[in-house]
């Protein structure tokens, strides 16, 4: 696998925080997972990924929060299930976050509503929810453009406070 040369800058410096992840997704941003696993250092970082893809495991993850499924409550659901994930997977004293990404990109069906995303990361003081209007663009090429959003933000979160 290809990972940019951008993106592997980002993902080193994710990596060479102490900083430990649980990551959630739903639709969109396991491009940016692999990209992560790509680049050496992964195994220090990640606790654990899910893709809840099916509408039943995402209710589990949100506790059947009456939200779309695309929302930033959602994405919200999804962050602080992670990080209580990442809590009851850490052995030791590190930071923790927890990433919850939501997304409706293009796809082979009849669908309602725009393409778009939300992205929610859970740390233990700060609770973070941004929002991604997606264009006209491919499948593919959308699911760079939410992965590459998801990295930058990891790495954002992962970063010293100046």
Not at 21 to 37: D, I, K, N, Q
Not at 52 to 80: C, E, F, G, K, N
Not at 110 to 116: F, I
């Amino acid at each position: 696998m290809i990972v940019p040369n951008d993106i592997a800058t980002q993902i080193s410096a994710i990596h060479a925080s102490p900083t430990r992840l649980v990551l959630v997704f739903a639709g969109a941003g396991s491009l940016g997972l692999a990209w992560l696993h790509a680049i050496a250092g992964s195994s220090r970082t990640i606790l654990e990924a899910v893709d809840a893809y099916a509408p039943r495991s995402l209710a589990d993850i949100t506790d059947h929060l009456a939200a779309p499924a695309v929302s930033a409550a959602t994405a919200q659901a999804m962050a602080t299930w992670a990080y209580r994930r990442a809590q009851a997977l850490s052995e030791g004293n590190w930071p923790l976050l927890g990433v919850g990404l939501t997304a409706a990109i293009r796809t082979d069906r009849q669908r309602r509503g725009t393409d778009h995303a939300f992205l929610a990361i859970q740390s233990a003081t700060t609770l973070n929810i941004e929002h991604l209007a997606l264009s006209q663009q491919s499948r593919i090429e959308q699911e760079i453009q939410v992965s590459r959003w998801l990295i930058a933000a990891v790495e954002r979160a992962v970063a010293p406070a100046p």
